[in-house]
């Protein structure tokens, strides 16, 4: 499995999305009843020695709740990013005074792109995708070149709260995605937005299993999270392996408002 080590840090450190056909705060809160939404401060790495550098992320809010600034860490390398809300896009600049504009799709990333570039295939009984098919390059030793093949993701979940939703429902992308219908087959809205909403997760990513197209597998993902009183992760502690049998673990904390 290529890129073992960014499907590790990725896979924990980011949002993941998944999708249904009502409302995106319907989803939530029917599978997750009344539960206490919390918004992320802070999600740091603390033995970021397996993949050489440090990472955490930081969150800052308004007086009412509302995103307003994100900034992070990555090895010596830090960027933080002002933004508001359009209704199709997120606009910010950097801290170096560059001005940006990018889709909802852009701010997360996943394992081997597999939100990026995938298609959902099934969802499980709490509306999550558990089965994604995604376009991945592979090197023939022979030829010397690369091909693009579709493979498979198969995602188990837990029963807890998305440790995200309010984070991205405080920043104004859930009210986004509770605008797109998926019910019907024309939509009209952008097709970056329409996957998003597609993507958007209830509960909480726990395994990753990687197969080709003759369903072997490539490798796998799996976090352990430790919970606080309110069933939302506080520890994350995640395991890669590949093909080869070759592993990569990381411990990931989470902080809240």
């Known amino acids: 499995m290529k890129n073992l080590k960014d499907v590790l840090a990725i896979g924990l450190i980011v949002g993941l999305m ?76 950097n801290n170096e005074g560059d001005s940006e504009s990018f889709s909802i799709e852009e701010l997360y990333k996943a394992p081997y792109n597999v939100y990026e570039t995938g298609e959902v295939l099934a969802y499980d009984a709490n509306k999550n995708p558990s089965k994604i098919a995604f376009r991945d390059k592979v090197y023939d030793y022979e030829t010397n070149t690369y091909s693009v093949e579709t493979q498979i993701a198969e995602m188990t979940y837990d029963d807890k709260p998305n440790l995200y939703f309010a984070t991205l429902e405080s920043a104004g992308l859930v009210e986004i995605l509770d605008g797109v219908s998926l019910d019907f087959g024309i939509n009209t809205q952008a097709s970056e937005i329409i996957k998003a909403r597609q993507l958007l997760p209830t509960n909480n990513l726990i395994k990753v299993v990687y197969k080709d197209a003759d369903s072997e597998v490539l490798g796998s993902l799996n976090i352990d999270y430790t919970y606080d009183a309110d069933g939302y992760p506080v520890k994350g502690t995640g395991t890669a392996i590949n093909d080869e049998n070759e592993t990569i673990s990381i411990d990931v904390v989470y902080s809240y408002n």
């Open 18 to 93: 998944s999708a249904c056909t009502s409302s995106a705060t319907e989803d939530f809160d029917d599978i997750n009843g009344n539960v206490k939404k919390k918004t992320l401060k802070s999600i740091t790495a603390i033995n970021p020695v397996e993949i050489q550098e440090s990472l955490s992320s930081n969150f800052f809010y308004d007086s009412d709740n509302k995103l307003m600034k994100m900034s992070g860490t990555e090895g010596t390398e830090s960027i933080s990013m002002d933004y508001k809300n359009d209704g199709t896009s997120i606009k910010g600049g």
